[in-house]
Nanobody, 120 residues
Framework: QVQLVESGGGLVQTGGSLRLSCAASGSIVSIYNIGWYRQAPGKQRELVAAITRTGSRNYADSVRGRFTISSDNAKKMVYLQMNSLKPEDTAVYYC??????????????WGQGTQVTVSS
């Protein structure tokens, strides 16, 4: 069974930085795509950053230039470096990985989320 666990969230002042981590465990045969999403109170979940199957990185306009997504597939880790944080970045952040597991099933797996709060 594949599980994702996020960490690194917390309370930070405007202009500060946080680094989110997502640890994957379980049998993973192939990784197809990786993404960080966020959901603020009363809003829909939105894609923040992603690494596609070809390795290209995509960012939401609101975070481009401030956030950086990276991964270490050998360690089954995904990261989101967040700099110059703003109050509007406040949300629960989720990592998601599209993968094939050890029994051959393909699907998107999600972590439980980590809270990021940016104070003004």
């Amino acid at each position: 069974q594949v599980q994702l666990v996020e960490s690194g969230g917390g309370l930070v002042q405007t202009g500060g930085s946080l680094r989110l981590s997502c640890a994957a465990s379980g049998s993973i045969v192939s990784i197809y795509n990786i993404g960080w999403y966020r959901q603020a109170p009363g809003k829909q979940r939105e894609l923040v950053a992603a690494i596609t199957r070809t390795g290209s990185r995509n960012y939401a306009d609101s975070v481009r230039g401030r956030f950086t997504i990276s991964s270490d597939n050998a360690k089954k880790m995904v990261y989101l470096q967040m700099n110059s944080l703003k109050p509007e970045d406040t949300a629960v952040y989720y990592c998601s990985i599209g993968l094939r597991n050890g029994v051959g099933s393909v699907g998107n797996y999600w972590g439980q989320g980590t809270q990021v709060t940016v104070s003004s």
